[in-house]
C-alpha cells in the first residue's frame, strides 16, 4: 500500500499535470492579451528557466539518469520553439513535435533503465546515444516515409480536434510500463513525474500538430511544458528532501526529521520510544546484512500501521510521534504491532540464497530455508503533561519507560510511570 508521503507526492504531480487542461478553458481570455505583454514571454521561456535548473540540482545530487531525462524534454521543447520561427528545413512545428513525441519516450525508457553513472563517462555517452539515435532515426523516417505517422483525431474537450500519433502513443505507454513495471527504478517521484509529463508532452503537441504553429495552439504547447517543468521542480525537490530527511536504510524518517518536526509538534502529544531486542547479540550471530534486514523488517511493520509518524533515532532504536493522542492509547497502537511481530516468523536466509531488499511477506511465506525465529521489541511511551515540558523532557521519559520495560522482561509496551520500583509491582501494557 502507498504510504503518505508517496500519495500527497502523486496528488501534486497530478495537479501540476492537469495545467493544460485548466487552460482550455480560459484560452480565449488568454488570447485577448496583447501578444507583447510580459505575460506571453514568461509563458514561452519560463520551462527553459525551471527545466535547466531542474537538470543542474538533479546533476548536484548525482542523479544523472535525472538529468538525462529533463534534457530530452528540453531539447523536445526547444526543437517546437525553433520550428516555430521556421528555422527546421526538413519539417514544419507539427512534424517537429510528432518526431520529437515520439522519441522522448524511447529516450526516457532506455536512460531509466540503465545505470547510474557519471555524466562524463561511457555511461554519460550511453544517455547522449538515448537521446540522439532514436530522434536521429524517426526524424529520418519522417522525412522518407510520412505515411508511417498515422494517427487518431479526436475531439476531446470544448470541441477541439485533438491528433495523437499512433508511433507516439505506443511509445509513450511502453515507456511508462516501464517506469512501472521495473524494478527499482529510483527515486520514486522522479518516476511519477516522467510518467505523467509523458501524457502531458501528447497532450500539448497533440493541438499543434493538429492546428499548425497557430496562436492558441503554441500558447497549449507552452502551458504544457511549464506543467511538465513544474513536475521536475518538484520531484527533484523530493529527491532533495529524501535524501535530507529519510533514513536510507529503512527508508523512514531520520533523526533530522524527527527533531524538526519536534518544533511544531501540538500542545498535546505522546512519545513512543521502541528498541529491537537482542539486537546486538543477533548481529554477531547472522552477520549485519541479516541485522539491515531486521530493521527493514520492522521499519517495515511500524510504518505500515503509523505511516508518517515513525522516525529512525538511532542504531536499533525507533520513535513514533503521536498528536492529540494519550499515552495509554499510543501503547495500545505500538503493542498490537508488537503482537504482530511475535506471530510471525523471519527467516534468516541460507548463504547461497539471493541477497536482497526483505519485505514481512517474504519472511513470512516459509521462502527461506535458514533457520527461523521471532523478532520482538521492548517500547516505552510517555507523554506532554506539564505546559513546561519540552519535547527532548518527553522523550528521556519514554526512554526511561523503555529502560524499565528491557529491564523487567523485554517484549514489552509499558508507560512512562507504570512501575512503583518494585519488580512484583510492575505493570505493564502487554507482555
Partial sequence: MPSFREIRSLTILLAFGSLPFLTLAVTDRML???????????????????????????LRLNQTRAFAAIAAFELCYAAAMVSSAGLFPLFDTAGVLLVATTAVPIAVALIMVSGEGG?????????AASIGVPAAVLALVAHSQPSLFTGIEAPLAYGRPFFFSLVGLGTTVAAIAVLILVPGLEPRPFSSALGIALVVSQF?????????????????????????????TYAVYRMYWEKAYLDQLTEVSNRRALEERLRRLPRNYSVAMIDIDFFKAFNDLYGHNEG??????????LQRRFDHRVYRFGGEEFCVLFEHVGPKTAARGIDKVRQHL????????????????????DRGNGRYSGPRLRVTFSAGVAARDNPREKPQDVIEQADTALYMAKRHGRNRVLCYGDWHGEVHAFRPIAS
Fill in 204 to 232: 500539448a503537441a497533440a493541438q499543434v500538430i493538429s492546428s499548425g504553429a497557430e496562436e492558441a495552439p503554441m500558447l497549449w504547447l507552452a502551458m504544457g511544458f511549464n506543467s511538465i517543468s513544474l513536475m521536475f
Fill in 342 to 361: 511475535c506471530a510471525r516468523d523471519f527467516r534468516i536466509r541460507a548463504d547461497d540464497e539471493t541477497r536482497k531488499l526483505t519485505s514481512e511477506r
Fill in 119 to 127: 555524466l562524463w563517462s561511457l555511461r554519460g555517452l550511453a544517455y
Fill in 292 to 301: 539491515d534486514n531486521v530493521l527493514r523488517y520492522v521499519a517495515k511493520s
Fill in 32 to 58: 485577448s492579451v496583447p501578444r507583447d505583454h510580459a505575460f506571453f514571454w514568461v509563458l514561452r521561456y519560463l520551462p527553459h528557466v525551471l527545466l535547466a535548473s531542474g537538470a543542474v540540482f538533479a
